[in-house]
């Protein structure tokens, strides 16, 4: 009973995410993208974007900020590179499977002996031992594989806590979090301990993130319209990443941002 509870959660994740993408097509097929700008994402719901952009900005600067603070200040820098190893390695997974279905072999084979090397040799994934090899991390999530299957990005969304996103990329977490072995995975004597690491997992995630981020979120909320600033990042950071590091004529854009991607976790 339990475990139909949980595939019914899965389920209801990509479900609500697919509602997403159905409700917001006809402004993706109403509002084209500038053509002067082709890596520009259509923004038609910009009023609802920017409300939701300053709630997330209050949620950061009366309750993530300060939390980010004091995990910074009691976890020391080895401590939460550790964590930040160790909850990189639990993605490996999920970043396989969508190799695998972006028909990348020699990157599914990296994800694969990145794992097994961090899972062991690294303990656990609490040291990536694989990077010392030369073996290097790379991301991917199912919204970069349905823009490789040649799926549009919809409009530019903001949702309240998760932050910049599209319909395809809002589809493609759903996915992503079904998918994931952790979603599944149960614990006999505690039917309750795997919502409780699921929960740890995220306040980690965000935390470890949010101190990683915290120059660059400085440098956002300093330009004279950082929603403007996020967009156009989170745009270029999508391109880049669809991209795999392949060069394109206007690879130079794509340098030197920040990454906002580790909220996403």
């Keep these: 009973m339990y475990r139909a509870k ?21 402004a993706c097929a109403s509002t084209p993208t500038d053509p002067a700008d082709p890596g520009a994402v259509a923004d038609p719901y910009e009023g609802f974007n920017r409300q939701m952009f300053a709630f997330n900005n209050g949620v950061d600067k009366y309750a993530l900020g300060p939390a980010a603070g004091v995990y910074k200040t009691v976890t020391p820098e080895f401590a939460r590179d550790r964590i930040g190893d160790f909850l990189r390695n639990l993605r490996a997974p999920v970043i396989f499977v969508n190799d695998v279905l972006q028909a990348e072999p020699a990157r599914a084979g990296d994800t694969f002996m990145r794992f097994t090397i961090n899972t062991t040799v690294g303990i656990a994934g609490l040291w990536d031992a694989a990077n010392q090899l030369g073996l290097e991390p790379h991301s991917e999530d199912f919204g970069q594989t349905l823009a490789v299957w040649g799926v549009d990005s ?3 969304l903001v949702m309240p806590v998760m932050g910049p996103t599209t319909p395809r990329d809002l589809l493609g977490s759903g996915v992503d979090r079904a998918i994931d072995p952790l979603t599944w995975t149960e614990f006999d004597g505690d039917a309750d301990l795997d919502d409780k690491i699921a929960v740890g997992r995220g306040v980690l995630s965000a935390l470890n993130a949010r101190v990683a981020l915290e120059d660059q979120i400085e440098q956002l909320n300093a330009q004279p319209e950082p929603y ?5 990042i989170y745009s270029s950071q999508r391109q880049a990443e669809i991209r795999n590091g392949r060069p394109e004529d206007e690879s130079d854009l794509y340098e030197d941002l920040p990454d906002f991607d580790e909220f996403d976790e």
């Design 228 to 232: 403007v600033a996020l967009r156009r």
């Design 154 to 156: 919809g409009p530019y």
């Design 6 to 26: 949980k595939r019914e959660i899965a389920i209801m994740n990509v479900r609500i995410a697919a509602i997403a993408v159905a409700f917001t097509l006809g």
